[in-house]
């Protein structure tokens, strides 16, 4: 099971680092992407990484701010966020697309999906 960790609440300015991992098997030859949701939003790209890790994605509004990474050894990719702003808060989550396949913005890339960690961010 995909488990994306690592949320919580920070301060407009600070840094969270989340985490996506999985139990019982590796995914490290996976595209794995994150995306948020927003209260009363519909669910938005945020970043993702293709499965050797050397091609990355992120939406305009995180660029600069946010650094997806994979971590091969440790089974784990991370999503490093700084410099938080108010319009980060969200529940965020983590998805994996098929084995060896493409990485990307689209949503429909990824058919595997975690449950959520909420970031929220405060003035």
């Known amino acids: 099971q995909l488990q994306a960790s690592g949320g919580g609440l920070v301060q407009a300015g600070g840094s969270l680092r989340l985490s996506c991992a999985t139990s019982?098997?590796?995914?490290?030859?996976?595209?794995t992407g994150w995306f948020r949701q927003a209260p009363g939003k519909e669910r938005e790209f945020v970043s993702a990484i293709s499965w050797t890790g050397g091609s990355t994605y992120y939406t305009d509004s995180v660029k600069g701010r946010f650094t997806i990474s994979r971590d091969k050894a440790k089974n784990t990719v991370y999503l490093q966020m700084n410099r938080l702003e108010l319009e980060d808060t969200a529940v965020y989550y983590c998805?994996?697309?098929?084995?060896?396949?493409?990485?990307?913005?689209?949503?429909?890339?990824?058919?595997?999906w975690g449950q959520g960690t909420q970031v929220t961010v405060s003035s």
């Open positions: 998805a994996l697309g098929p084995r060896f396949g493409l990485a990307g913005t689209d949503p429909s890339l990824f058919d595997s």
């Open positions: 019982g098997r590796t995914f490290n030859n996976y595209p």
